[in-house]
């Protein structure tokens, strides 16, 4: 059954703070200056980002509800209701909705209940690392965090290593800004000299860093200034 013609916008925010707007376009702005309901990560990011573009209406008078990674399915079945009576913003906490985000979850539902989804302009951490590392473009795969556990993580890297070598594939992966140097030891130590390493982090943002080299040359090399800082490993095997 098609319901009336509502919206869900995914509407992708500032992977990083500045306090211009380099990354987001004047139309997805004006988009987003006429929503006034909205479904969000974290409430407290969700409005800062409002008023940093001006929003024009108070955040007294706009509607907020979560969801994040917890949401229990039921409250996520509730939101549809909101489409039925206005067009709802869906808002990542950083990047784009729906992509390594729980938001996915609610555009599924959304599909299924016959609302259009309509996805805005704005900035991807992943895509702008694959775009930046000179890896293959063509065939790539984002697996989001790799095992904590040091033994399953390094099984991991080698089963990626493995893959990319039987493909071709760029494979892509992140870890919690805490621990990038250990996982960057990781990679330094147990892939392959020739294997292609790309470190993408602080994207978008002043001291932003996208290097890529062999992994024999990052062993010769200090480290890179990555721990507590946002970052993606892009890895390409041969």
Not at 97 to 122: C, T
Not at 125 to 136: D, E, R, T
Not at 153 to 171: C, F, P
């Amino acid at each position: 059954m098609t319901h009336k013609k509502q919206i869900l916008w995914l509407i992708p925010t500032p992977i990083g703070k500045r306090k211009e707007n380099r990354v987001l376009p004047e139309y997805t702005l004006n988009i987003v200056k006429n929503l006034n309901c909205f479904i969000v990560e974290k409430p407290q990011t969700a409005i800062s980002f409002l008023k940093w573009i001006n929003h024009p209406t108070p955040e007294y008078k706009m509607t907020l509800r979560v969801l994040n990674k917890k949401t229990p399915d039921q409250e996520i079945f509730s939101f549809i209701k909101l489409l039925k009576e206005q067009d709802v913003g869906l808002m990542s906490e950083a990047g784009a909705p729906g992509v390594a985000d729980p938001g996915s979850r609610l555009i599924n539902l959304a599909h299924e209940h016959g609302y259009q989804v309509a996805p805005l302009i704005g900035p991807s951490s992943i895509l702008l690392a694959l775009m930046g590392s000179g890896l293959n473009g063509q065939n790539f795969a984002f697996h989001g965090y790799l095992p904590i556990q040091e033994n399953k993580r390094n099984s991991a890297v080698k089963a990626l290593e493995n893959h990319s070598v039987q493909t071709g594939q760029t494979q892509i992966f992140m870890e919690a800004p805490h621990r990038n140097l250990s996982l960057f030891d990781n990679l330094v130590n147990h892939l392959r000299p020739g294997t292609k390493l790309c470190i993408a982090c602080n994207l978008t943002q002043p001291d932003e860093l996208i290097l890529t080299k062999r992994v024999d040359s990052w062993r010769k090399e200090e480290k890179p200034d990555i721990q507590k800082k946002p970052a993606l490993f892009l890895i390409l095997a041969s």
